[in-house]
């Protein structure tokens, strides 16, 4: 694989650094945040939006489908993306099935799947782009734009439901003044809908990054999005 | 090392702690038991021993399944028996460590009860207990009580003694034990589980999979993820013999992400292991080699299906193929595959441990053996819980369950998750088995069991379940991708007050049809809560369609709220509370709601003063109010 030599300041991959001279999403951005084809889209039902519609992902082909995100990564960026994917890449050479783990890995580092990496992960695993898009696309978990700081996840399993999580969904909704599936434009939170986490005992629950809080209330939701502003 | 070395290493040190002169403290740290409050109670502790310079051995174990009563700890003093408390705050458990361990006063008012067998006055047993009574934990029997963490833990209580009569039998002599206990599979279908590995040991070719499913994706369950936490060993020695009768030397455990805590505990496990030549090459000297791989699942629902759950594995899309041929012909990369649930693993290490006979006698004539379920929803005692096959949804909710959440009326109870049904209050001394459940309309399913009282909108809960299934349909074959997103929309109109009469019967043919023709078990019990609560509540359907009614005032279309110009006395908490400023009134001014602003949230009603009640809900009627603020005691 080809290896990029970064120049400039932050070339040591320590952590991507703000760029001085071009604004990129995964720095920094002042790009207002127009939503995705894949946000705006999303279907009023359904825990797990962020998946494309068929039809649509059909239709478009993957550099018009990144074009609509608003990634510009400036390149210094892009040479990082390709240190560290090259890391994590080599972990995985040689083993069967390990698209999903390495999509994972990458997701876990730069919080979504830039455009670059996932060019970069197609010439690794000798497949074409649009299958990995493909593969990312089906699952839930995978995103393709820059994610808030932090995840704020209602949980709508059953439980929760007959609970009312709900109702503590428009609450967060309306606090956060976005949609399921939408994220803030100052990028520090993003919604989500899930569908189980598995606390369904101290239902309705909502989960912040890696805190669970169970019993939830309205109030208490407030409260709680208030201690992450 | 031989396994004895391993064994009596591991008895002297669970003796060593057990007789140890400090007393000892449990912590019910699991995922359910952090969302209550777990680790703070666990730092207020550390913090109160520190200040009151006692010793004490501290030990995060899995949950004990009692979660209505979360955060939970145990204390055992040495000589005393071990005491369970509940519903902790940070304060409260140091307070505790300071009564207890300090001052000798073991605080009744807050324990939960005792276990072991010299009692303590003023606290019941807590296995006598109503919520336990009934429950036989044999599964769950090192949940709560050992380190999840610590391989010795569990080699100390019988563990891995299964293993080791495995690997002096013959993978035949094996496959029949399991068989004579009469387990069927777990996940949910029931398929017998000895049949299972036969064909898988009997299906041609060198190179076999084992696969543990523990993508445990049905909303409303988590007692995958309790035993996970709890007792990882117990699953993890299941796959280890199942391999071993199958003839396989790679494993799998296919896990869901969002058990973070679940894959961390799996991972240190397998690490354990292969310190002790349990997994890896030649297991205990026997020539066996085994490896297993944790997959992260990464959100799919119909991941849980086998034959997508395999593509997925495989670094595909998560989509299921047509059957046969069945996994254990060909499944992962060709391969005959024998993939299982997280339970049924762990039921068959104990199967091997304690013998088939010993299993066969909990149960009923066709189902044997326990069965975990997560009981939530309205039921006043949510928790895991372990009973045997045979007994009635009844005792389940209402000995166990200690009834319907604030004394309402049950109205249904959901078994199997979005693939199964809800039933009725007539179907409450019906037995939990395979067979019955799946009469009633229903199925097992892998345990979830939601209960539902009479302010559940049986209409709003198919709903629920269909915009689930719905969202979750991989689209590949159109019964389930079409199916269920018509059955969808007429719910939709059914609950916005748009239905039209012959709604009910289109969406009976729908489901209907999809049941018989789509491709994977997701689609084809899809449609099972759209049936089974026209079978029982028919009622609830046409007061939607026909009187534009939410009898159980859920559906905001068919809802309002108003405010009651009698009762009202102008206090203003609902105005300053309505989130869209939809009240209008003052100080002594009875309020009013704008109906066209309303969102209909019930703020308003959950904030009106219980000793005003002043708020009103109502579904398919209006309620005569003043159009304006108008002076309280004025008559309208």
């Not at chain 2, 100390?156 to 002096?168: F, H, I, M, P």
């Not at chain 2, 009898?551 to 989130?579: E, H, T």
Request: net charge neutral; proline share 5%; glycine share 10%.
């Amino acid at each position: 694989m080809r290896s990029f030599k970064a120049a400039g300041e932050g070339a040591d991959g320590a952590g991507l650094k703000p760029c001085t001279t071009l604004r990129c999403t995964a720095c920094f951005s002042r790009i207002q945040p127009t939503f995705c084809t894949v946000n705006s889209r999303r279907s009023a039902v359904g825990s797990h939006e962020s998946r494309v519609d068929s039809r649509e992902s059909a239709s478009l082909t993957v550099k018009a489908f990144f074009a609509k995100l608003p990634n510009q990564l400036c390149k210094l960026t892009v040479n990082i993306v390709q240190g560290e994917l090259a890391e994590i890449l080599a972990e995985y050479k040689g083993e069967k099935g390990a698209l999903i783990p390495i999509l994972q890995k990458v997701q876990e580092k730069f919080g979504y799947l830039p455009e670059k990496a996932v060019s970069e992960i197609a010439k690794f695993s000798r497949m074409s782009e649009s299958e990995i898009f493909g593969v990312a696309s089906f699952y839930a978990q995978f995103y393709f734009a820059r994610r808030g700081e932090h995840t704020v996840k209602v949980c709508l399993g059953t439980a929760c439901h007959v609970r009312g999580g709900e109702r503590i969904l428009d609450e967060v909704k309306r606090e956060l003044g976005i949609e399921s599936g939408g994220t803030t434009e100052d990028y520090k939170f993003s919604l989500e809908r899930v569908a189980c986490f598995g606390s369904c005992a101290l239902a309705p629950v909502m989960v912040i990054d890696k805190n669970v809080y169970g019993r939830m209330t309205i109030a208490k939701a407030k409260d709680i999005l208030a201690e992450y502003h | 090392m031989a396994f004895e070395e391993i064994h009596s290493r591991a008895i002297s040190e669970w003796e060593s702690l057990q007789s140890s002169s400090k007393p000892r403290i449990l912590v019910g740290a699991g995922t359910c038991g952090r969302a209550a409050g777990a680790l703070g109670i666990l730092e207020a502790i550390n913090k109160e021993l520190t200040q009151r310079k006692v010793e004490a051995v501290i030990t995060q174990v899995g949950c004990l399944g009692l979660c209505y009563a979360e955060p939970m700890i145990g204390i055992i003093k040495p000589g005393y028996p071990q005491i369970i408390y509940g519903n902790l705050t940070p304060k409260l458990a140091a307070q505790l460590i300071d009564d207890y361990l300090v001052s000798d006063n073991p605080r009744p008012d807050l324990a939960l009860g005792y276990i072991g067998d010299s009692k303590i006055n003023g606290i019941p047993n807590l296995f006598e207990l109503p919520v336990l009574k009934p429950q036989v934990r044999i599964i769950l029997r090192n949940c709560g009580f050992i380190d999840p963490e610590n391989i010795n833990h569990y080699i100390a209580n019988e563990g891995y003694s299964g293993l080791v009569k495995a690997l002096k039998m013959t993978p035949e002599a094996i496959i029949e034990e399991i068989k004579k206990s009469g387990l069927r599979g777990r996940g949910g279908a029931g398929f017998s589980t000895g049949q299972k590995w036969d064909s898988c040991r009997t299906a041609p070719g060198g190179e076999k999979y084992i696969i543990c499913n523990a993508d445990e994706g049905d909303p409303g369950a988590f007692m995958n993820r309790a035993l996970l936490e709890g007792d990882p060993h117990s699953v993890l020695e299941g796959i280890v013999i199942g391999a071993y009768a199958i003839g396989a030397n790679q494993g799998y455990i296919y896990c869901r992400a969002e058990y973070p805590l679940a894959l961390e505990r799996l991972r240190l496990a397998l690490h354990q292991m292969e310190e002790c030549g349990l997994i890896g090459d030649n297991i205990l000297d026997s020539g066996f080699n085994f490896h297993i791989k944790i997959k992260e699942g990464a959100g799919a629902f119909v991941c849980g299906e086998e034959t997508a759950l395999m593509a997925s594995i495989e670094g595909k899309r998560g989509m299921p193929r047509p059957r046969p041929p069945f996994p254990a012909i060909s499944g992962l990369w060709g391969k005959p595959t024998n993939i299982n649930n997280v339970e049924t693993w762990a039921n068959a290490a104990l199967i091997l441990q304690r013998g088939s006979e010993w299993y066969a006698q909990y149960g009923s004539e066709r189902s044997k053996g326990t069965k975990t379920f997560a009981l939530v929803g309205k039921v006043e005692l949510t928790g895991l819980i372990e009973v045997p096959l045979g007994i009635t949804l009844g005792e389940i909710i209402y000995d166990i369950g200690g009834g319907i959440l604030k004394g309402k009326g049950f109205k249904a109870v959901q078994t199997g998750g979005p693939s199964g049904g809800c039933l009725p209050a007539s179907m409450l001394n019906s037995p939990v088995d395979y067979e019955s459940l799946t009469a009633a309309g229903s199925i097992m399913g892998s345990g979830g069991m939601i209960v539902a009282d009479e302010d559940t909108c049986m209409v709003d809960l198919t709903k629920y379940f269909l915009s689930f299934t719905q969202a979750e349909s991989c689209g590949k074959c159109p019964p389930c991708r079409v199916g269920t997103r018509q059955m969808l929309g007429i719910l939709e109109r059914i609950t916005q007050g748009e239905g039209k009469p012959g709604d009910i019967e289109q969406l009976e043919k729908l489901a209907n049809t999809v049941k018989q023709s789509a491709l994977c078990g997701l689609g084809q019990t899809a449609p099972n809560p759209v049936l089974t609560t026209i079978r029982y509540f028919r009622d609830e359907y046409e007061a939607h369609i026909n009187e534009k009614r939410c009898p159980a005032l859920v559906c905001k279309d068919l809802i309002s709220f108003y405010i009651l110009p009698d009762k009202c006395q102008g206090c203003m908490i609902c105005l300053r509370n309505c989130p869209v400023e939809a009240i209008s009134g003052g100080k002594r001014l009875v309020h009013v709601i704008d109906q066209d602003k309303c969102v209909k949230c019930g703020t308003c009603l959950d904030v009106c003063p219980p000793r005003f009640a002043a708020v009103a809900k109502v579904s398919g009627e209006q309620i005569e109010v003043p159009q304006q603020p108008t002076p309280i005691g004025k008559s309208v």
